[in-house]
């Protein structure tokens, strides 16, 4: 595994400490029966979307919310699946300045992918299974296999020396 990167070390050491794994929900389980020919089919794709909360919950003032979304999509000679996991997350209000999207994504990439990745691999094992009688087993996964790219800094984004 790689170092990283250095413009999101101390957040994502924050975050590593920090950061709570609240639940686990789906926005997406899907699979269709169908016979594709052999130039569409594609091995799983993977995608990632961070998503912040810009205030906290009323029932939660003192943390602040993120969720973590691991699309996987794929074509198989049975037909095509895709599952979208969303990992819920929490951090103390006062931490907050810690998540920021960068922090996050590389929060993903050293840790978080493994905690929602076991969701992605069930739940396309079980709907293939279902659909196409025959389940498919997602490749295991090790560290630093699965790397999302980190987002662009914001121009407006200034270093924090605070903490």
Same mark, same amino acid.
């Given at each position: 595994?790689?170092?990283?990167?250095?413009?999101? %070390?101390?957040?994502?050491?924050? !975050?590593?400490?920090? !950061?709570?794994? @609240?639940?686990?929900?789906?926005?997406?389980? @899907?699979?269709?029966?169908?016979?594709?020919?052999?130039?569409?089919?594609?091995?799983?794709?993977?995608?990632?979307?961070?998503?912040?909360?810009?205030?906290?919950?009323?029932?939660?003032?003192?943390?602040?919310?993120?969720?973590?979304?691991?699309?996987?999509?794929?074509?198989?000679?049975?037909? @095509?699946?895709?599952?979208?996991?969303? %990992?819920?997350?929490?951090?103390?209000?006062?931490?907050?300045?810690?998540?920021?999207? @960068?922090?996050?994504? %590389?929060?993903?990439?050293?840790?978080?992918?493994?905690?929602?990745?076991?969701?992605?691999?069930?739940?396309?094992?079980?709907?293939?299974?279902?659909?196409?009688?025959?389940?498919?087993?997602?490749?295991?996964?090790?560290?630093?296999?699965?790397?999302?790219?980190?987002?662009?800094?914001?121009?407006?984004?200034?270093?924090?020396?605070?903490?």
């Amino acid at each position: 595994m790689s170092l990283p990167d250095p413009s999101v %070390a101390k957040d994502l050491d924050t !975050l590593s400490r920090l !950061l709570t794994l @609240r639940e686990v929900r789906y926005n997406e389980l @899907r699979a269709k029966a169908d016979d594709i020919p052999e130039e569409e089919l594609v091995p799983p794709t993977l995608r990632l979307q961070v998503m912040i909360a810009d205030k906290p919950q009323d029932d939660q003032p003192d943390m602040l919310n993120a969720q973590v979304a691991l699309n996987v999509d794929l074509a198989v000679p049975e037909g @095509r699946a895709c599952v979208e996991p969303v %990992a819920f997350f929490q951090i103390p209000i006062k931490y907050s300045a810690a998540l920021n999207p @960068r922090a996050l994504t %590389a929060y993903v990439n050293e840790t978080g992918f493994f905690q929602i990745l076991p969701f992605a691999r069930q739940s396309m094992f079980d709907i293939s299974s279902k659909v196409f009688r025959n389940p498919i087993l997602m490749p295991i996964f090790r560290p630093g296999d699965a790397i999302f790219e980190l987002p662009p800094l914001e121009d407006d984004v200034k270093p924090r020396d605070d903490d």
